[in-house]
């Protein structure tokens, strides 16, 4: 079965240091989704990704936070710097953009960062 | 805009009883409405989905959701909760717009007494 691969599963980092989150969406999903999940709450939508171009990115925390898609392939998301608040899990997600799957998303299992 | 409230963080049930999670939306447009549910440390999975076809949508694990556009409510329900059951659900609305931009509730944890 295709899966959402990403990595690092988990990341310790210090305040102040650089983070970066790695996603391979399952192959031929045209849109791309990061999303923030702090514990005990409902994911976030970061920033969307249809091909290789940003669809929303209205809840990224610019002045810190960067994400690319360079070949409309796989994801990077970026921290610099990391600060306390940032803990929470990254998930990445996936989905066809069009057609009847066009709207369900097939996560990954997520890249939990600390912050300390 | 669009939003998702679900009604409860903590849901606990015995083994064998009736499962109902709650979720209301709010769409400006005939909204595609979702469950999702998470294990532990783990990436969410889609239960099933409501894209307008039928109002008792059918999903996995013996869960289904019934769409009621009068009280803009999509309720998850399961007739007898198993131990496996226990997990994070999560209701979603997408509109449709902005490229399918999805917006997630809360969540509730649901809990199942042996």
């Known amino acids: 079965e295709a899966e959402v691969a990403q990595s690092p599963r988990y990341k310790i980092t210090e305040k102040s240091q650089a983070v970066a989150f790695w996603c391979d969406p399952i192959s031929g999903h045209a849109t791309l989704y990061w999303y923030r999940q702090i514990l005990g709450q409902g994911p976030e939508l970061l920033v969307q990704f249809q091909d290789e171009s940003v669809v929303d990115d209205s809840q990224l925390p610019k002045d810190r936070f960067s994400a690319e898609r360079l070949k409309g392939v796989d994801s990077t998301l970026k921290i610099q710097p990391a600060e306390l608040g940032d803990s929470a899990m990254y998930l990445c997600?996936?989905?066809?953009?069009?057609?009847?799957?066009?709207?369900?998303?097939?996560f990954g299992a997520g890249s939990r960062l600390t912050v300390l | 805009a669009q939003s998702v409230t679900q009604l409860g963080s903590h849901v606990s049930v015995s083994e064998g009883a009736l499962v109902l999670l709650r979720c209301n939306y709010s769409?400006?447009?005939?909204?595609?409405l979702f469950w999702y549910v998470q294990y532990p440390n783990q990436g969410l999975q889609l239960l099933l989905k409501?894209?307008?076809?039928?109002?008792l949508v059918k999903g996995i694990n013996g869960f289904e959701a019934e769409f009621k556009k009068s009280e803009t409510s999509f309720h998850l329900t399961k007739p007898s909760a198993h131990m496996s059951d226990a997990a994070e659900y999560f209701c979603a609305v997408s509109d449709g717009t902005g490229g399918f931009k999805t917006i997630f509730g809360a969540g509730t944890r649901l809990f199942v007494k042996a």
């Open positions: 409501y894209t307008s076809a039928a109002t």
């Open positions: 997600a996936s989905s066809l953009g069009e057609g009847t799957g066009a709207n369900v998303l097939t």
């Open positions: 769409s400006s447009v005939p909204p595609y």
